[in-house]
């Protein structure tokens, strides 16, 4: 079988034959260099956090180039045990992993440390896709309610850890499927319904008492700015003071004067909005939306129904990341530890985010496989 | 495979059209929060940037954290034995100077400071963050700092910094007891993390790693205070805003004497031991001392590795603190098990043992040799301990067994932690049945109840539980827990002074000098549940027997305490430290160093009311047993505690003889 697309200009290109795509490439390289300047800038200008954010991103390349080669059937055939395997590793996370500020979300397997709640960003919609995949579309009411009982097992695991930030993200990635398969309109309004109504749930029994405080520093940073509120003031005030063309490359003073907290991990957004100002802002947003249409394009030219599933859900969980990071830096929405993606200093996340484009990559490129 | 089939016909086509628009929808959602990311920094940007571009230039106050300084330590007599001293650095914010390498050149000039020094300046210029400052040289002599200070003006942007180190006055004597404070490294960080610490550390740079400030860090430590100041469009501060000052940590005051200490040094030197001296009455711990020792201010500025590589190297192993290390206990115990068989109705004062020379377990033609090859004839309780009997503590151990022996032995705290306020204690061991099946797998043989019966074979104390365990003799029974810390001082509320300078720069440092409000909290220790005898008058038999082992002319321990002037009794002890065959005899002279016996001794004063024991272990000696030479240094302790005071003068405990960590010449 072949689909009316697979004729495209592009089969014989060579970036083709190396299963890359040049435009959603030249995206992540732009937004990867734009961080090396502007954690350069954040980071007390130290020149040896650059060369160490520069050769993360080199390996996150490698590994998206590693994984793109690999073609999308493998993913289909190998989601439940994926799966399986990293709930383990979830549980085993909780048993006996590593504490580390706080929360547990390593795991020593012999050679190295893992973080297995990392790893599931990418195997909760490979899963959810193939689960729904396996039925015609739209998807009916018992797929949906599977399918959301196994977004929910990695999700509450991993809120367990504690970490609200990842278990979100791949909460709404499973949920970005099932969306995409076409839910039914009627279903959605109830489920965003019983969501509302499950905040005060949330509130009092599941959240800590730090996340309390984040959400109420949220709603008003101002009741204590030396304290819990410091921070978000901070980053207005650095966003606020760019203007429109921003203070200028390594002239932020919020930053440089160190005012800013985690200037070069979450929060770098905020110093790379004072020194690069409104227009600065415009075009990051202009990136980051041009890496989402061409993987939304990719979704909707890719060949079956789990591959469309899995390249949508990808896609927009990349853009929740960006969207719940520049929300929570500028005020609209409370801080939770979710980084500015490829952009902010460290390479946990990196990895997970290139590989995850290393299968959008594998989608758009590999072409005949069997249904 | 089974869900395979269930898929009749795919709609390819609906399906796909289905997911477009799906896709369609979701990229709508995707512009809509695009639009609300934009409209708010639109508006933090260009309606509301006069609002926080004047917030942004008004933005001057920054926390700094103020560490608090550490608690001094004191001897039992107000000797100040850990100091903080003020360690004076030049450092240089390069931003501030015009031109840097003609002004460094120029300090460096004034103050002499080596090429080297300078390049490593510049080697940290390259990659340095802005309006940091940077160490051009530390540890400035109190000359360098005058010289400086007089010249600051013509140098701006480099400074003088204050800094308080951590130092011991008397260096190595009293390393095994206070320990060190040495830089926080990774593991200690991640420690107090996890319990919930590190905020309090913040500007703290040392902590306690060994001894007494390892154990009592929480209460040296202190509570971290804060400063709040303004500072210029360079990063410079202006002006102190608010102080809220740091608590600092309370200080110690122990139970040693750091007279008895310097003696305890001077008794052991050139050789290999330790020594320990309690006052049976409270459990404190008068003296200490391991030998040979190490300066612990090495530790304090980061050893160097050379340093450090000669005192681990050393084949006399200075680190190990011996006076909490196990050694055999020899003849040294043979008074508690006398306790343990009149107790157990074995023996009775009266009871006499044969002593031909050589003991023989009915049955075994092994022969068991007292250290006298004649023997001592017939031998009662006091005898036995006057001379110091093998045979008559073979057949003793023989006659209760292990089990017996081993548990009395563990009341006295033998093979068990004394609970001292120290980490680096080892429990040595207390053998018995069930201890030798679970290390070794093996019976219990009779022949190593004989060994025991002369504290050999297994059994290991160390002259800490030694001297604990002849406290509890001489207390007739009550457990006084050993200790060094006496008392804590702290500052109570000093009150503040608000009008800190306008113009300074540094952080302020707080003056601790407000004699009036501190407050002195006397430790007072639980004593552990009292060992209580069936019969009270057996404490009393033992300890006359030993009151004459120090006291009759001929008696193992007379010598050593020969015309001294306080009222003493004692007990001696020689432990092989290797096996010697059958029909072989010991000479010292002959036998290599490493195996030579070791010498113990135990000793307590007055007699009636002790306020004194004394443990004394020491290694490989070259000739005599514990009476020749461990027991001059129990005397020489025991004379220094009872009148023969060498007084330190003031300027002594101020400025000790020893190796002067500042390097200046």
């Not at chain 2, 102190?240 to 310097?262: W, Y």
């Not at chain 2, 306080?566 to 430290?577: H, W």
Request: aromatic share 10%; net charge positive; glycine share 8%.
């Amino acid at each position: 079988m072949r689909s009316s697309g697979q004729d495209q200009q592009k089969i014989h290109s060579i970036w083709h034959r190396l299963h890359i795509d040049l435009p959603l490439l030249a995206g992540l390289l732009c937004l990867i260099t734009l961080g090396l300047f502007v954690i350069y800038s954040a980071g007390g200008q130290e020149i040896n956090i650059v060369f160490k954010h520069a050769s993360r991103a080199g390996f996150a390349l490698i590994v998206m180039l590693v994984v793109a080669q690999i073609p999308p059937l493998t993913y289909r055939k190998w989601a439940v045990p994926l799966f399986v395997i990293g709930l383990v590793l979830l549980i085993s996370v909780l048993l006996f992993g590593h504490v580390g500020k706080g929360a547990k979300r390593w795991i020593n397997i012999g050679i190295t440390n893992i973080q297995p709640s990392e790893i599931m960003k990418l195997i909760v919609p490979i899963m959810i896709a193939w689960y729904v995949s396996e039925y015609n579309l739209p998807a009916k009411l018992n797929t949906i309610i599977i399918a959301f009982i196994l977004v929910l097992i990695p999700t509450l695991l991993i809120a367990k850890q504690p970490d609200l930030g990842t278990s979100l993200l791949i909460a709404s990635s499973g949920i970005f499927v099932i969306f995409l398969a076409g839910a039914s309109w009627k279903l959605i309004i109830s489920c965003a319904g019983l969501a509302s109504a499950f905040v005060p749930v949330l509130w009092f029994f599941l959240m800590k008492d730090y996340q309390k405080q984040r959400v109420l520093t949220f709603l008003n940073p101002e009741q204590d700015p030396l304290g819990s509120g410091y921070q978000i003031i901070q980053s207005q005030i650095a966003i606020g003071s760019g203007g429109l063309n921003g203070k200028g490359w390594l002239q932020g003073t919020q930053s440089q004067l160190e005012f800013l907290p985690e200037r070069h991990t979450d929060f770098i957004f905020a110093v790379f909005s004072e020194e690069f100002g409104l227009i600065g802002v415009s075009l990051l947003l202009l990136v980051y939306l041009f890496i989402v249409m061409r993987g939304l394009w990719i979704a909707v030219n890719a060949q079956d129904a789990f591959t469309k599933l899995l390249a949508g859900s990808l896609t927009l969980t990349f853009f929740i990341y960006v969207f719940v990071n520049i929300g929570m830096v500028s005020g609209i929405l409370p801080v939770v530890g979710v980084p500015l993606p490829l952009v902010s200093y460290g390479g946990t996340s990196m990895v997970t985010l290139m590989a995850g484009f290393g299968i959008l990559m594998a989608i758009s490129t590999h072409r005949r496989f069997h249904v | 495979m089974t869900l395979r089939k269930r898929v009749v016909i795919r709609n390819q086509t609906a399906e796909a059209n289905l997911f477009a628009r799906r896709t369609f929808i979701a990229f709508l959602g995707v512009l809509v929060l695009i639009i609300i990311l934009f409209s708010n920094i639109y508006d933090l940007e260009i309606n509301a940037y006069d609002k926080y571009q004047t917030r942004s230039n008004s933005n001057r106050i920054k926390l700094l954290p103020v560490a608090p300084n550490r608690g001094l330590i004191y001897d039992r007599n107000g000797v100040l034995l850990a100091e903080n001293k003020s360690v004076y650095s030049i450092e240089v914010i390069p931003e501030q100077v015009k031109d840097i390498k003609g002004s460094i050149l120029k300090v460096s000039e004034l103050l002499d400071i080596s090429e080297e020094k300078q390049q490593k300046f510049f080697k940290a210029l390259k990659s340095k963050r802005r309006f940091k400052p940077i160490e051009l040289k530390s540890r400035l002599s109190d000359q360098q700092v005058a010289l400086f200070s007089v010249n600051q003006h013509k140098f701006p942007g480099i400074f003088i910094d204050a800094r308080l180190k951590r130092y011991y006055p008397f260096g190595e004597l009293t390393t095994h007891t206070l320990g060190y404070v040495a830089r926080i490294n990774r593991r200690d960080a991640i420690k107090l993390e996890d319990k919930g610490n590190s905020e309090n550390y913040t500007a703290t740079r040392n902590m306690g790693k060994l001894g007494l400030e390892r154990y009592y860090e929480n209460i040296l430590h202190g509570t971290i205070g804060h400063q709040e100041v303004e500072i210029n469009t360079q990063g410079r501060i202006i002006r102190t805003l608010d102080f809220s000052p740091p608590t600092p940590g309370k200080d110690l005051t122990l139970t040693l004497d750091i007279e008895l200490q310097m003696i305890a040094k001077r008794a052991l030197s050139g050789k290999r031991g330790a020594v320990v001296a309690i006052d049976p009455r409270d459990g404190g711990v008068l003296a200490m001392y391991s030998n040979p020792s190490y300066d612990g201010n090495l530790f304090v500025h980061g050893i160097s590795s050379k340093n450090y590589k000669k005192i681990l190297n050393s084949k006399d192993l200075p680190l190990i603190n011996r006076a909490v290390m196990g050694y055999p206990p020899a003849s040294t115990i043979k008074p508690l098990l006398a306790l343990t068989g009149l107790e157990e109705n074995i023996i009775t004062p009266d009871t006499r043992i044969m002593d031909p020379g050589f003991y023989q377990l009915p049955g075994i033609k092994n022969k068991r040799r007292d250290w006298k090859p004649q023997g001592h004839g017939w031998v009662n309780l006091n005898y036995s301990l006057e001379q110091s009997c093998n045979v008559y503590y073979y057949d003793l151990a023989y006659k209760l067994g292990i089990t017996r022996i081993s548990r009395m032995m563990e009341k006295f705290g033998f093979g068990d932690y004394t609970g001292i306020d120290i980490h680096e204690e080892n429990h040595a061991i207390m053998p018995s049945v069930e201890w030798k099946r679970n290390r070794y797998n093996q019976p219990w043989y009779t022949g190593e109840t004989l060994s025991i019966g002369i504290g050999q074979s297994f059994w290991t104390v160390t002259p800490l539980q030694l001297s604990q365990a002849i406290s509890i003799l001489v207390n007739k029974g009550q457990i006084k827990i050993p200790h060094f810390l006496k008392a804590t001082t702290e500052v109570v509320t000093p009150p503040f002074n608000d009008n800190l300078s306008e113009e300074t720069n540094d952080i302020v440092q707080i003056n601790n000098n407000l004699s009036e409000y501190t407050k002195v909290s006397q430790i007072i220790y639980e004593d552990k549940p009292p060992i209580i005898l069936k019969q009270h008058k057996n404490w009393d038999l033992v300890l006359d027997a030993l009151h004459n082992t120090a006291q009759k002319l001929g008696a193992t321990a007379y010598t050593a305490f020969k015309g001294s002037h306080y009222d003493v009794a004692g007990k001696t002890g020689s432990a092989q430290t290797a096996n010697i065959k059958q029909n072989e005899t010991y000479d010292a002279k002959k036998t290599i160093e490493s195996k030579r016996d070791n010498a113990m001794f135990i000793a307590f004063a007055p007699y009636e009311n002790p306020e004194i024991v004394v443990a004394v272990a020491i290694e490989n000696v070259a000739e005599g047993g514990g009476g020749r030479n461990a027991g001059p240094v129990a005397r020489q302790i025991m004379d220094q505690y009872f009148g023969k005071r060498v007084i330190i003068s003031e300027d002594q405990s101020k400025h000790p003889h020893h190796t002067n960590i500042y390097g200046k010449k």
